[in-house]
């Protein structure tokens, strides 16, 4: 049971890696309504385009093929509902970017500069290398702007998302029995503290959704 629980709260941060990734690179764009891109659902002033959808859906996918190999059938993929995890992953990191813009955090130029030469996409030799840097956006079809402007982003939704774990309790209950110094026992709070952070921020994005207006077009999915 315990490697049970440990299992799944690493599957979760790994899954939320690789959707954040996604995020990132192709990100959302603020409204525009003389735009002829095929819009997936808007959050507020973000529009999340079938682009960006198809492209998170395709890593959970991988994902999901990988971690399960020859029993990833039809079947299961239906009952995983990929679809419908892509597009509430997509319309969750919108919600805490518009949470963390509404809450006034920010991100300073240091931050983001630490971000970026501590990205080990960026390295060489275990340092930042600038021509790697270049070369990495080149091939992704970003300006240092346009992917500078998506890492804060990414950084304002980390800190909201921190701010928001940070009232997630770890339930001691019912451990009475293991000693305090068992290493089990951390290991156990490790993976409830885990659980409890995940469900933290879930609630948190459907209670903010409530004041946004969010439109999904599941005719697109």
């Known amino acids: 049971m315990l490697k049970q629980m440990r299992y799944h709260a690493k599957y979760f941060y790994v899954l939320f890696f ?18 002829n891109a095929e819009i997936v659902a808007e959050v507020g002033k973000y529009r999340i385009s079938s682009r960006d959808y198809a492209r998170v859906y395709e890593n959970m996918l991988k994902f999901y093929r990988d971690l399960y190999k020859e029993k ?9 509902n990929i679809k419908e995890k892509a597009i509430d992953t997509l319309v969750g990191q919108t919600v805490l970017l518009v949470a963390a813009q509404d809450t006034g955090i920010t991100v300073s130029d240091t931050e983001l500069k630490e ?5 080990p996409a960026f390295m060489r030799d275990g340092v930042f290398d600038s021509a790697v840097y270049q070369n990495v956006l080149r091939y992704s079809q970003l300006t240092p702007g346009m992917y500078e402007a998506k890492k804060r982003e990414e950084l304002l939704v980390s800190k909201m998302t921190r701010l928001i774990q940070t009232a997630a309790l770890t339930p001691d209950a019912g451990l009475g029995a293991i000693s305090a110094d068992d290493p089990t026992r951390k290991m156990i709070l ?18 903010y959704k409530k004041k946004l207006k969010v439109k999904i077009n599941t005719q697109l999915l």
Do not use: C
């Open 18 to 35: 690789i959707v954040i990734l996604s995020f990132i690179f192709w990100g959302v764009g603020t409204v525009d309504k003389s735009s």
């Open 115 to 119: 971000a970026i030469i501590n990205e």
């Open 190 to 207: 490790d993976a409830m503290a885990n659980d409890a952070k995940e469900k933290t921020v879930q609630a948190y994005v459907e209670g």
């Open 72 to 80: 990833f059938d039809d079947e299961m993929q239906k009952k995983l």
